[in-house]
């Protein structure tokens, strides 16, 4: 059986491995299960009383399964504040023809992550 990696630009090959290993993370769930609105890293690490630290690392574990997507916005002043969206609906995992393991990853329906992956302004 293999699983296989993806190139980090082919969103439509997710990596089963780093799903699952992201998954069977008690703080990585926690952060799928409040990213209902994009959140920033502090915000999050308050929701789930957890370290910014430990926040941080749970969201690049999040980002690079392609589970999260950060999104960047522009406050005034030029200062960037980055901030993080749920970006998928379902995960499902089944055998292929070939014998293979195959992940499907459903990406939301939600307008509003397509909407907080563009640059916004905050004033």
Known sequence: MSF???SSDDRSAPDLAAIVS???DDGCREIVTVLEE???AQELS???DRPLSTTYRKLDRLTEAGLVTETVGVRSGSHHKSRYVADFERVSIGFGDDGDFDVD???SKDCSVGIWSEI???F
């Open 4 to 6: 296989g990696v993806p």
């Open 105 to 107: 990853l459903e990406r």
């Open 22 to 24: 992201a998954l069977d």
């Open 46 to 48: 308050g929701r789930i």
């Open 38 to 40: 994009p959140l920033t």
């Open 120 to 122: 916004q302004r905050e």
